[in-house]
C-alpha cells in the first residue's frame, strides 16, 4: 500500500485520472455473483453483458461504449471467438476432441442448444461454456449480415487454430500466419462489422491487410507479454526464428536471462513495426466511439510493448501496465491527435534503448499522418 502511495506521488495525473475512471465507469463492473448464478435470472443479452464483462477486462468496457446498433454484435462476436479461444487453451483436452469441438464450433452455433461441460482453463470461462445457449440464441437475434460476418470469421479461425495445434511457428512469417487466424481475422470481421452498422464508410476497411495489421499487433504484444504463463501451459508461441539460434528450448530463455532479454527485444523491434498501418487504419475512423474501441486497445499494447522491452520480468510472469496509465487512455483519449501525442511519446522513450534506426523511420511516419 506505501509503496504504491509512494508510486503514485510522483503521477498526480494519473491518480486523478485513476479516481475519475472509477466514477465513470462503475455500471461497466461486474457483479460479484458467478456466472453459473446469474444465468438462472436473466436473459440471453443480459447474460452476454454479464458474461463479457467478466471474461474481458478492457474490451468490455469500450464495447459497451459503441454506437447502439453494433453493440450487440460486437459483444457476441467477442463471446463466440472467446468461447473458441477457451477451447483452444484449454490443454486438457485431448488432441481428437479439440480437434473436432474447434471444426464444428461455427455450425454448432448455428444449431439449438450448443453448450459444453467442462471446456475452459478459468472458472469464468467453464460457466460460460455451460451456458454457451444463451450466446447462440442472442447470435441468432442478429441481423443476418452481421451473423455472416461472425460465422465466417469463426470458420475460418478454427481452421487455423487447427492447423497450428499441429505446426509449430518457426519463422516470422510463421507467427504473422498464426496470429492472422487468432486476431488479424478479428480485425478483418470488425471492419465488416463497422461497415455494414453504416457507422464507417472509409474503402480503407475493405483493405483486408490493413485490418489484419490491427489484429497482428495486439496478438503479438500478447504473446510477448504471456511468454511465462503460457510457458506453464506448456504453449509455445515466440517464432522459433528468434531464439532457436541462440536456445535449445524456450525453457532456456528463463534459465539465462541475458539472452532471454536480447530475444525478446528482438521480436518487440519486430512487433513494433505494424504501428504505421495501425496508425493509418485509426486516422480513417469517422465515428468517436468506434475509434476509442480501436484506438484504446492499440494504445494499451504500445505501452505494454515499451514497458516489455529490457524487462527481465517478463521471462518470469505477467508484465502489465500501470493502472494509472489504462485510466488515462480511457478518460483523455478521444480523437487521433491524442493517439498521435502519446505514440510519439512512448517510441521517443523506447528510441533512448539505442534504437534510432528501429525507431526513427516510425517516427517520422507518424508525423506524415
Ligand atoms: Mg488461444
Request: contains cysteine; glycine residues 4%; aromatic residues 10%.
Amino acid at each position: 500500500m506505501i509503496g504504491r502511495i509512494l508510486y503514485y506521488s510522483g503521477r498526480p495525473q494519473e491518480v486523478a485520472y485513476l479516481l475519475q475512471m472509477k466514477k465513470a465507469f462503475q455500471h461497466y463492473k461486474p457483479i460479484e455473483k458467478r456466472l453459473l448464478t446469474i444465468s438462472e435470472t436473466t436473459t440471453d443479452r443480459a447474460f452476454c453483458y454479464e458474461a463479457l464483462k467478466k471474461v474481458s477486462r478492457s474490451f468490455s468496457i469500450v464495447i459497451q461504449q459503441l454506437p447502439a446498433s453494433l453493440r450487440d454484435p460486437v459483444c457476441v462476436f467477442y463471446l463466440v471467438l472467446r468461447g473458441l479461444d477457451t477451447i483452444e487453451d484449454d490443454m486438457r483436452l485431448g488432441w481428437s476432441k479439440k480437434e473436432q469441438l474447434l471444426r464444428s464450433f461455427s455450425e454448432a452455433i448455428n444449431g439449438p442448444s450448443f453448450t459444453m461441460e467442462a471446456v475452459g482453463d478459468k472458472e469464468d470461462y467453464r460457466d460460460l461454456m455451460l451456458h454457451f445457449d444463451k450466446v447462440c440464441r442472442f447470435y441468432r437475434s442478429l441481423d443476418p449480415h452481421y451473423r455472416e460476418v461472425i460465422t465466417t470469421v469463426t470458420h475460418q479461425m478454427a481452421e487455423g487454430m487447427v492447423t497450428y495445434a499441429h505446426r509449430t511457428i518457426v519463422s516470422y512469417d510463421d507467427w504473422s500466419d498464426y496470429c492472422h487466424y487468432v486476431a488479424g481475422l478479428v480485425g478483418i470481421g470488425l471492419s465488416q462489422l463497422f461497415s455494414a452498422s453504416g457507422w464507417e464508410q472509409s474503402a480503407l476497411l475493405d483493405d483486408r491487410a490493413i485490418s489484419n495489421e490491427m489484429g497482428l499487433f495486439l496478438q503479438k504484444t500478447n504473446i510477448l507479454r504471456d511468454f511465462a504463463e503460457d510457458l506453464q501451459h506448456d504453449r509455445i508461441f515466440w517464432p522459433e526464428e528468434a531464439w532457436k539460434p541462440y536456445v535449445t528450448e524456450l525453457v532456456d530463455l528463463q534459465r539465462q536471462p541475458k539472452i532471454g532479454i536480447a530475444v525478446l527485444n528482438n521480436i518487440i523491434v519486430h512487433t513494433l513495426q505494424h504501428i504505421p498501418a495501425c496508425l493509418t487504419y485509426l486516422k480513417h475512423l469517422q465515428n468517436k466511439h468506434i475509434f476509442r474501441f480501436c484506438a484504446i486497445p492499440q494504445l494499451m499494447a504500445v505501452a505494454t510493448l515499451k514497458e516489455l522491452y529490457g524487462n527481465e520480468e517478463v521471462l518470469r510472469q505477467n508484465v502489465k501496465i500501470r493502472r494509472g496509465k489504462t485510466a488515462k487512455y480511457f478518460m483523455a483519449i478521444h480523437d487521433f491527435t491524442a493517439v498521435k501525442k502519446e505514440y510519439l511519446a512512448i517510441l521517443k522513450q523506447l528510441e533512448k534503448n539505442n534504437l534510432t534506426e528501429t525507431i526513427h523511420p516510425l517516427i517520422e511516419s507518424i508525423h506524415a499522418l
